[in-house]
Each structure stands twice: as structure tokens, then as C-alpha cells.
């Protein structure tokens, strides 16, 4: 595969233009480079990392964004969820704090405190993306885009609509929460995420629809702020695709927090009144709380973008793409949760930037593709959770033969320090070569210990590589050297 640092000197000669700007070095120009206009509807992951890509190398990027650059990654989701689970673990730290011999700890929550810095963290982060933008040339416009041909869009924006024509389209404007017909949603007593972070009662008892990643992480934090909370979970487990093990730990951990658990119902309906509300459920349980939030999936924003007039095809709302993540329009590109592939930032950021490379012509030859089988993710529960690559029970259930180590973290000098030794190591590896195929960790720090199995999997590493590391002491990092032994 060639790197973006391969652009510069394939197409750079002479002179510097400003569009060589992060690539080549200041007396290389990239002449030879035919200009690209690239037209990107949305600034979120997908969307703002390939404008900063595409423009780095040469094209003349227009971006257009109805809301914030940044996304709703950063104005609903992921920031948001994790400054919350941040302020919830240091409560919940100084609040177990004797155990480490402290004494006198008790801390409470501040909503309105914490609702600012929610805003600060954005306010920063968006700073950062739109100078970065800024910096690499690329337009931005204050609007919504949309397909009037497969080479032309146009932004409305709050003065009137301008129609610009491109080389390259890419449709990135994500995805919104899925709201069912039987759930009346008035951001007071039914809530989605977005009207969370913090609502404006705290709940006194939140009851929890939908047991994926989302539902999990709002039951850890509202929990870690000391509300009630119970979670629906329509099937026999929690994160009902996860490892059953890894899945196991959260529910213990749950049970231990006092969290209630309904297992095996599915939400239809849901009551309100001024006391609170009553989740109906399909085999005839009422679950009573004073808020709900509904956790149970988003639907593709694409309704509006013109796309069955300019014939891209969808599926469910979502932009088929190929590997490349171009749509059944050449030119047109889809990215991010909009092409229904794996719903996370790091992987819409990926996409965002493989297809800037693409459309600039670096793909011409063979390439590593973006192989979602191994997107590392995280559950920012306590204890943290993560994996990448294969899990034991898919090589199982595929009948693949596998090695599988597993070192708890009860064996680990930093997690003993630090007071919470909850949680494992898991790594599945190729028993005849050792070729670290995937592993799972729970516990304080995995999602950032899983990178060095990310990087193990991604590289084609083998076990013995991790084992003979020369590592930290003490570190949680250790466990993983133990469990690759
Ligand atoms: C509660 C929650 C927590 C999450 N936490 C994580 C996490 O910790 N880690 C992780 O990797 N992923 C997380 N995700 C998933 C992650 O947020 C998404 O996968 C990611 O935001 C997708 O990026 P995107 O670029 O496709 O779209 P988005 O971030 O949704 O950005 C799309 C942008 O397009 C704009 N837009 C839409 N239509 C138009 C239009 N017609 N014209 C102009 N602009 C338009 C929108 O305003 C928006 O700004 C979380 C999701 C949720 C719901």
C-alpha cells in the first residue's frame, strides 16, 4: 500500500504550491497533480478527515456542515458519553477512596458544572477541527448539502442556495437515533442520548431500553452518579454480540452495583405520567421508573440528499458502497454511518481517509483495504471493556482451531496499586504459527491496552513478539505479555 506520503512524491515537481501544504517538503510542488474539487456533505469523523486528506494532497475541498464540524461524535455522542463516564468514574473513585487509605471521601454530582464542561470539551474540539481545515484551504460552508447530479450539489445555506459542481462527492452526514413508533420521546421523561448529557431532571430511577454498547455505557454512568437504574435487555445476555464471557463480567458487575436487570423482554410501549413512566414489555412486565432512555440503534441521515434522483443506491436508508467506499455512482462516495458499516468514529475516520486517497488516484495497484474485522472498539463501562480481531466463541462457532490464553488481572502489580483488580486478558492466536489473531480485555485501562493488540493483529504479529517486548513494571500492560506466554 502507498502511504499519504507517497502522493507527494509521485505527483510533486519544483515549485510549492499551497496545496503540497503537510506533504511535501517547502521547495517540492505538486504540478503534475491534477486539482480535484471534492464536495463533502458533513464535518464529522468521515467527513472532516477526508477533507483535511483530500486537501493535503493537492484537491480544493468545499465542505458543507448543517451543525457542528466535528459531528454529532462530538456534539452528541462520543465526547459527550465520555466526559459524562469520566465525571462518573472520579466520583466513583473518590467515593471508594478509603480503601486506599483515605479517609473522609464524599463527593456528589454537580449537573449544571458538568453540563458546562461538556460544552467546553466541545467548544475546544471543534476549535481544533475547523483550524485544522482552515489551515489545509479547505471552504467551509454553514449549511445543508444535497445531490442536484452525480457532479453537482448544492448547499442551502441560511442566505440562499449555491450550487457547486465536483470531481468527487462524499455523502458523510452519520447518523441520528432510532425513535419507534411506540415510544413517545419528549426529551423531559423519554429520553434519547441527545437529550442526556445530563438531562435536565436527573432521574431518580432510569430505566434502560437496549442493551447494545450505548444502553450499557448510559446504565454504567447514571449508575455512577447514583441513580437507580434498570436495563431491558431483549435477549438472555447483555451486549448480545460480545464474547458471553466479557458479557458475563459486566453483568456481574451490574448486579453487584445494584443495577436490576430484565432479561429477555423486549420493550413496546411506554406510560407517562406526572410521577414517571412504565415501560410495557412484550411478555407482559411493567417496568416502572421515573425517566426512560431509549438505547436501541440509529437510522442513516439520508433522507434529504437527493440520492434516488441521482440513482446511489440504498439499503435501509444506508449507501451501498464497495470496498473502496464508493457508492453505485462513480465519484460518489459514502462514509462513515452512513455507509452501514461498522458505527464508530475511529472507523469513519478510516473510510474518510482511504477514500481521499482513492479519489486521488493512490489506489491504482493492490492496497491493504480497510479490513473492519479488525476495528479495535471499547465499552467505557467500569471495568472497561475492548477487543479487536477474532473472539473466542466466532472461532468456536466456526469451528476454527485456536489458541486462547487468559490471565486475570488479580495477578497484576498495577492493578493491585491502583485497588481494582477486576477483569482479564484474553488473546487468541494461531496455534501453529502464533499469529495473534484477536483478543478481549476487561478492566481499568483496556481500551487503551487494546492497542497493542490492535497493532499485533493489524501487523500480522505473533505472540512472542508481545512476550518479549521489554515492557513497563509496574504496568497493567504486563498482563498482556502474561497472557501472550
Ligand atoms: C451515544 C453514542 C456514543 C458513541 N461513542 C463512541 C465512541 O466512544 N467511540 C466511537 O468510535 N464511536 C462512538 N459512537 C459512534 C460514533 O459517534 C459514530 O460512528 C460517528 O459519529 C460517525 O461519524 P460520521 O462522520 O459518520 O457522522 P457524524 O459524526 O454523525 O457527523 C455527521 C455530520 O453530518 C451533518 N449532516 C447531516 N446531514 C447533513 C446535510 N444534509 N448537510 C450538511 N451536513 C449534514 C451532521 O450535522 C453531522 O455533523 C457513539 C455513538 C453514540 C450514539
Given at each position: 500500500m502507498r502511504s499519504r506520503g507517497d502522493a507527494g512524491s509521485a505527483g510533486c515537481s519544483e515549485a510549492a504550491p499551497p496545496s503540497c501544504r503537510g506533504l511535501a517538503s517547502p521547495t517540492v510542488a505538486c504540478a503534475t497533480v491534477a486539482t480535484k474539487r471534492f464536495v463533502i456533505i458533513g464535518g464529522g469523523p468521515a467527513g472532516n478527515t477526508c477533507a483535511t486528506h483530500a486537501a493535503r494532497m493537492g484537491a480544493e475541498v468545499v465542505l458543507v456542515e448543517?451543525?457542528?464540524?466535528?459531528g454529532a461524535a462530538h456534539l452528541w455522542d462520543c465526547i459527550p458519553s465520555k466526559a459524562m463516564i469520566a465525571t462518573g468514574g472520579a466520583l466513583d473513585l473518590i467515593n471508594h477512596a478509603h480503601g486506599m487509605g483515605i479517609t473522609d471521601t464524599a463527593a456528589s454530582l454537580d449537573p449544571v458544572a458538568l453540563r458546562e464542561r461538556i460544552v467546553r470539551i466541545e467548544e475546544q474540539l471543534r476549535g481544533g477541527v475547523s483550524g485544522l481545515l482552515e489551515s489545509q484551504g479547505v471552504r467551509l460552508v454553514a449549511g445543508s448539502g444535497r445531490l442536484t447530479s452525480a457532479r453537482t450539489v448544492a448547499l442551502d445555506r441560511a442566505d440562499g442556495t449555491e450550487e457547486v459542481e465536483a470531481d468527487v462527492v462524499l455523502l458523510a452526514t452519520g447518523s441520528r437515533p432510532r425513535i419507534p413508533d411506540w415510544a413517545p420521546v419528549d426529551g423531559r421523561r423519554v429520553l434519547t442520548t441527545r437529550h442526556a448529557y445530563p438531562p435536565e431532571e436527573m432521574p431518580s430511577h432510569l430505566v434502560v431500553i437496549g442493551s447494545g454498547v450505548t444502553g450499557v455505557e448510559f446504565v454504567h454512568m447514571f449508575a455512577a452518579f447514583g441513580c437507580e437504574v434498570t436495563l431491558i435487555v431483549s435477549r438472555q445476555q447483555v451486549l448480545p454480540q460480545k464474547d458471553p464471557e466479557v458479557a458475563a463480567a459486566l453483568e456481574a458487575d451490574f448486579l453487584r452495583r445494584g443495577v436490576h436487570l430484565v432479561i429477555g423482554a423486549r420493550a413496546e410501549g411506554i406510560d407517562v405520567d406526572d410521577s414517571g413512566i412504565v415501560v410495557r414489555c412484550d411478555d407482559g412486565r411493567r417496568v416502572a421508573g421515573s425517566h426512560a432512555l431509549l438505547a436501541i440503534g440509529s437510522i442513516p441521515n439520508?433522507?434529504?440528499?437527493g440520492l434516488r434522483e441521482v440513482g446511489v443506491e440504498t439499503d435501509g436508508g444506508y449507501v451501498v458502497v464497495d470496498h473502496n467506499c464508493m457508492s453505485t455512482v462513480p465519484g460518489i462516495y459514502a462514509a462513515g454511518d452512513l455507509s452501514g458499516k461498522l458505527p464508530l468514529s475511529s472507523v469513519a475516520s478510516m473510510q474518510g481517509r482511504k477514500i481521499a486517497e482513492h479519489a486521488m488516484g493512490l489506489?491504482?495497484?493492490?492496497h491493504r483495504h480497510l479490513d473492519y474485522e479488525k476495528a479495535a472498539s471499547a465499552i467505557f463501562t467500569v471495568p472497561e471493556i475492548a477487543d479487536v480481531g477474532l473472539a473466542e466463541a466466532d472461532a468456536f462457532a466456526a469451528g476454527r482451531k485456536v489458541r486462547v490464553t487468559k490471565v486475570p488481572f488479580a495477578a497484576n502489580a498495577k492493578a493491585l496499586i491502583d485497588g481494582d483488580t477486576r477483569g482479564f486478558v484474553k488473546i487468541v492466536s494461531d496455534p501453529a504459527t502464533g499469529v495473534v489473531l484477536g483478543g478481549s480485555i476487561v478492566g481499568r485501562g483496556a481500551a487503551e491496552l487494546i492497542s497493542v493488540i490492535a497493532l499485533a493483529v493489524t501487523a500480522g504479529l505473533r505472540v512472542t513478539d508481545i512476550v518479549e517486548s521489554l515492557l513497563v513494571h509496574p504496568a497493567l500492560a504486563e498482563a498482556l505479555a502474561d497472557a501472550a506466554e
Open positions: 448543517r451543525d457542528i464540524v466535528g439520508s433522507e434529504t440528499l489506489h491504482a495497484g493492490p
